[in-house]
């Protein structure tokens, strides 16, 4: 049986075939016309041609100038079809002002080559901007690690917290005083973004501008430095003002000085805020736990809760509204257990499973936790890898590994569609569905860049559309506590 040759139809074969027949078959009478008229001559000498027969052949000539003119035409245009469905899909991706500026040229194929080069450039921003998250990551992952491995070394929580809380800040550096009990001599413990080797090298802060922190036990700004301070001229390359002081206090008694100074925003003259300064304050405060645990070595694993519980607070920081989330979480997971008879234990590992349930942002980019406008694809997963990096830095201590289901999960939905495991009913325990619901709830109730904070009608609304997600018993006992707050 003979095979027949396949044979694609003009309209899917490619723009270079499609011209090349196009231009065979537009070629082909001219080439006709002139070959008999150039036969006419050899033979006669002059060319003999009736009226009718050139008219006829004028009449061809035209037809095919016609029909090879929209061929042609129709081949470009849907090159010119291409380009703008392009540019109109890609106007989300770029921007309306990229769309115009790229769209100035008047060239089709130039307007498309652009936009494709566009969308490459962003691509590569963000394969640099993985990079950077992948070793934000690692460098976190390490000091927590190294803290794990030896409770004794807290120098690895002390840098963290350190790091965390200037960058929270906007400050350019930070340094971490500790106070000598034999005398009132201070040294620096620890120190971020400031040339300067830590050492046992004694400071003198009590008769200085410092005093005032020393004395009262109070945070406070400095301004300014005068040159004529005995800390300014020795040391004022840790102090670049502005600078924030807040003790590290612990039942009245000072145990050092943590500060943070010069600003990344606001220019030279921008200060630090009432808010900020408060911030530091509560920071302080839990650095010192941190540190008589550490001394005494009594509860290492509290040392490390309260050690990252500072961090938590650092992370929340970040963003000015998310700031008092996790309290508030933490207080409305408290009044649901409690009103379903939980035992205590379960109320504690709910409690500091609300205040440690955002830990692992510290290991997200600041222009995705700040971002003020919805994430695209690619930086919803990145934020999404927060629960399962929060686990990992609170599960390898024993006593803070019950805390590990609550982290991990709390981002679960009833319907599966949740992360990070997909988890769909019975499956997800009731400690972490109760999280979920006071965590939603307060991101309803709270301003965010986007959007205003709902009211109480409008977040039972939104709660509402969420039935197949959350527990519907765990909602109405919450808007029962919500709504009737005595």
């Given at each position: 049986m003979p095979i027949k040759p396949k044979i694609s139809s003009l309209e899917n074969s490619s723009v270079l075939r499609?011209?090349?027949?196009?231009?065979?078959?537009?070629?082909?009478?001219?080439?006709?016309?002139?070959?008999?008229?150039y036969v006419q001559i050899q033979e006669h000498?002059?060319?003999?041609?009736?009226?009718?027969?050139?008219?006829?052949?004028?009449?061809?000539?035209?037809?095919?100038?016609l029909l090879g003119y929209g061929t042609l035409r129709s081949i470009l245009k849907s090159i010119v079809d291409i380009s703008r469905t392009s540019t109109e899909t890609l106007r989300e991706v770029l921007g309306e002002d990229k769309i115009r500026e790229i769209a100035n040229n008047n060239n089709e194929v130039?307007?498309?080559?652009?936009s494709f080069s566009e969308i490459t450039n962003r691509l590569e921003d963000n394969i640099r901007n993985l990079e950077t998250t992948k070793k934000t990551l690692q460098s976190v992952i390490t000091k927590v690690g190294h803290g794990i491995s030896s409770?004794?070394?807290?120098?690895?929580?002390?840098?963290?917290?350190?790091?965390?809380?200037?960058?929270?800040?906007?400050?350019?550096?930070?340094?971490?005083?500790?106070?000598?009990?034999?005398?009132?001599?201070?040294?620096?413990r620890t120190i971020f973004g400031i040339p300067y080797e830590v050492g046992?090298?004694?400071?003198?802060?009590?008769?200085?501008?410092?005093?005032?922190?020393?004395?009262?036990?109070?945070?406070?700004?400095?301004?300014?430095?005068?040159?004529?301070?005995?800390?300014?001229?020795?040391?004022?390359?840790?102090?670049?003002?502005?600078?924030?002081?807040?003790?590290?206090?612990?039942?009245?008694?000072?145990?050092?000085?943590?500060?943070?100074?010069?600003?990344?925003?606001?220019?030279?003259?921008?200060?630090?805020s009432e808010e900020e300064m408060n911030l530091l304050f509560n920071i302080g405060i839990q650095t010192a736990i941190a540190l008589e645990n550490a001394k005494l070595n009594s509860d290492a694993e509290k040392t490390y809760f309260e050690t990252i519980s500072a961090l938590a607070m650092a992370v929340e920081a970040k963003d000015q509204y998310s700031r008092g989330h996790l309290d508030?979480?933490?207080?409305?997971?408290?009044?649901?257990?409690?009103?379903?008879?939980?035992?205590?234990?379960?109320?504690?590992?709910l409690k500091d499973?609300?205040?440690?349930?955002?830990?692992?942002?510290?290991?997200?980019?600041d222009d995705v936790l700040k971002k003020p406008t919805s994430l695209n694809a690619q930086e919803w997963e990145m934020m999404k890898k927060h629960t399962e990096i929060g686990e990992g830095i609170i599960k390898p201590v024993q006593s803070l590994a019950k805390l590990s289901d609550v982290i991990r999960h709390h981002h679960e939905k009833l319907d599966g569609t949740g992360y990070p495991d997909g988890l769909k009913g019975t499956e997800i325990s009731l400690l972490t569905r109760i999280l979920s619901v006071a965590d939603v709830f307060d991101a309803l109730t709270t301003d965010r860049p986007y959007r205003k904070a709902f009211s109480f009608e409008e977040a039972k609304k939104e709660l509402?559309?969420?039935?197949?997600?959350?527990?519907p018993a765990i909602v109405d006992l919450l808007l029962e506590i919500v709504s009737s707050p005595g």
């Open positions: 499609k011209f090349t027949i196009l231009f065979i078959l537009i070629s082909i009478l001219p080439l006709v016309v002139l070959f008999y008229f000498g002059r060319i003999e041609i009736a009226p009718a027969t050139l008219n006829l052949t004028l009449t061809f000539v035209v037809l095919g100038i130039a307007v498309l080559a652009r409770m004794q070394d807290i120098n690895s929580f002390l840098e963290l917290i350190l790091e965390t809380i200037a960058e929270a800040l906007s400050a350019k550096g930070g340094v971490l005083m500790a106070k000598d009990p034999a005398n009132k001599d201070f040294f620096v046992k090298k004694p400071i003198r802060l009590e008769d200085g501008a410092f005093s005032p922190v020393i004395l009262t036990g109070k945070p406070m700004m400095i301004p300014k430095m005068y040159e004529g301070e005995a800390v300014a001229k020795e040391y004022g390359i840790m102090f670049e003002t502005p600078v924030l002081c807040a003790p590290l206090l612990l039942h009245d008694k000072i145990l050092g000085i943590i500060c943070v100074s010069g600003r990344t925003t606001g220019g030279k003259s921008g200060n630090f508030r979480v933490a207080d409305y997971c408290e009044k649901i257990a409690r009103k379903l008879n939980l035992s205590d234990a379960d109320i504690k590992v499973g609300a205040r440690l349930h955002d830990l692992g942002k510290i290991g997200i980019l509402s559309k969420m039935k197949g997600q959350l527990d």
